[in-house]
């Protein structure tokens, strides 16, 4: 049966002028309003918007605000700190007895007449409960979409499509379904710390040695501490591999190195060391072939070398061999270069006494001239042809190291008056000019031959010049070279070199 109704109006006896709808401190202002509600639908359905309406609908504003004042730290707890499973269920319980409390305040048990006006009331409560109940659901079905997506992109092993359905989050799913939100938030700091990880490989394949150990760092702390998301490492590795070599083949060998020297750590990781045998070879060649460009022959030659060393049955052995002999012909250059400049003055340089081989040089046999390489004196032979001569020993088949002229062979021996002389004269002889000349091969260094090249020319002259030391006359010397004419000079020194030079 009902029960009878609580009078409300300030006509009741006793009240003094007040409304007696609520319990003692709750002064409901009814200025205008209609009465409180009585309808239990209403104020359930209206605590059940988390808006407290339904506690307003009875009158009990304060009431109202302070578990409003709750439910909002609820909500934020949830949303932010607490986004666990039990802690929704605390607060999911927390509604319940929201919406349990309207209904038994508004005499849903036991039950009460229904005032007037409570359609009205539940009209109003359901516009701002349904609104408030319609938006959860859609935003929870919203995180079960991104969270689909999310793992579909987990699956796949691509961060970039991870990130991007993270990004479709807001706070409000976090509102209405916060543990469903934050369990992308283990993927997303995955992701974030796997991006670190792709941009120390980008540094590393810009040559930054460092930075490989780095990435790797990073990768391996991502399987260690994140289960699950082995395809997303997965991803960035493949990522990185893929794009060796670089276009610089040093720098590729340099991030090979670090590959083979990496240890085993016996995961999916171990895989890169697995790039470096199909690689390598390559690379090596290729950083030879770039330092020979650049002139830089001894490292040139040693990256060749390690090719034969360490792949001696690839397919690049042949190039690393022609490689090694390029470049050992460009060292034996450099120092037989180096041992020609030596001398100063028109003296021999130490390549005379010390002659050293450039294989890369022609032999010397066959058909000549043979170009030449004039180093020494060359006040004699440099009357050689010109078609015989080069001033660069790369291009020369042979080096002429020519030394100071000597006396040669007396040609005739003429008395000259003098003071000097025990009978008024003293005897001159007359002596052929000696160029001692040394040929080298340049390609072997070998000794070809070693001239003594005389000239001869006119002599014993009428009248001679000598030097005297003031008034004290010594006489002529005793020893004078014949007066040989540029035609002699020519004529000797092409004679006796000829059948070295153009045989």
């Known amino acids: 049966m009902d029960l009878p109704e609580r009078p409300d109006s300030s006509n009741a006896p006793g009240n003094g002028g007040r409304t007696g709808a609520g319990p003692a401190g709750d002064s409901p202002d009814q200025r205008g309003s209609l009465p409180p509600s009585r309808s239990p639908l209403a104020v359930a359905i209206g605590n059940a918007s988390l808006l407290c309406v339904g506690y307003v609908m009875l009158g009990w504003r304060r009431r109202a605000a302070a578990v409003g004042l709750v439910t909002l730290v ?64 859609l935003l929870r079905l919203d995180v079960a979409r991104i969270n689909s997506d999310l793992a579909g992109a987990v699956r796949d092993g691509d ?25 992308g938030d283990a993927t997303g700091r995955v992701c974030a710390r796997l991006r670190v990880a792709a941009a120390q490989f980008d540094d590393a394949l810009d040559g930054d040695k460092s930075a490989l150990t780095q990435g790797f760092s990073g990768l391996s702390g ?16 493949s990522g990185f591999l893929d794009r060796l070599p670089v276009h610089d083949a040093c720098d590729t060998e340099t991030i090979l190195d670090g590959l083979r020297a990496r240890k085993p750590t016996g995961d999916m990781l171990d895989r890169a060391t697995g790039v470096v045998p199909r690689l390598a070879p390559a690379a090596i060649v290729g950083c030879g072939d770039s330092l020979l460009a650049s002139s830089d022959w001894e490292p040139a030659r040693t990256q060749y070398q390690r090719l034969l060393d360490q792949y001696p049955g690839d397919k690049l052995a042949g190039k690393a061999t022609d490689g090694i002999r390029k ?21 021999q340089p130490a390549y005379c006494t010390n002659p050293a081989p450039y294989s890369g040089a022609a032999p010397h046999g066959g ?107 010594t006489g002529p010397p005793s020893e004078m070279y014949v007066d040989a004419s540029d035609a002699d000079v020519t004529a000797a020194v092409r004679g006796a070199l000829a059948p070295v030079i153009d045989p």
Do not use: M
């Open 222 to 237: 991502v399987l260690a501490d994140a289960p699950g998301h082995e395809r997303l490492v997965e991803g960035v590795l």
């Open 327 to 347: 470049a050992t012909q460009q060292v034996e250059l450099a120092h037989v270069r180096e041992l020609l400049g030596t001398g100063s003055g028109g003296g």
């Open 159 to 183: 961060c970039g499509k991870a990130t991007a359905a993270l990004d479709r989050r807001s706070a409000a799913h976090y509102l209405a379904d916060s543990p469903g939100a934050a369990s």
């Open 367 to 473: 058909d000549g001239p043979y170009r030449t390489l004039l180093r020494g004196d060359n006040t004699y032979v440099g009357q050689l042809p010109a078609e015989w001569l080069t001033d660069d020993v790369a291009d020369a088949v042979l080096v002429v190291c020519a030394g100071a002229k000597e006396y040669g062979d007396t040609v005739r021996t003429c008395s000259y008056e003098t003071s000097f002389g025990v009978f008024g004269s003293k005897d001159v002889a007359f002596k052929k000019i000696a160029v001692p000349v040394r040929v080298y091969e340049v390609q072997t260094g070998r000794l070809v031959s070693d001239l003594r090249v005389q000239v001869n020319g006119p002599n014993c002259p009428s009248t001679i010049s000598y030097t005297t030391y003031g008034s004290f006359d």
């Open 74 to 137: 609820l909500v934020i707890l949830l949303a932010s700190a607490i986004q666990t499973v039990w802690f929704e269920l605390v607060f999911l319980a927390w509604w319940l007895a929201l919406v349990a409390h309207g209904w038994f305040l508004a005499g849903g048990w036991p039950r009460r007449r229904r005032r007037a006006g409570g359609r009205t009331r539940l009209v109003t409560a359901l516009a701002l409960a349904l609104p408030v109940l319609a938006a959860v659901v």
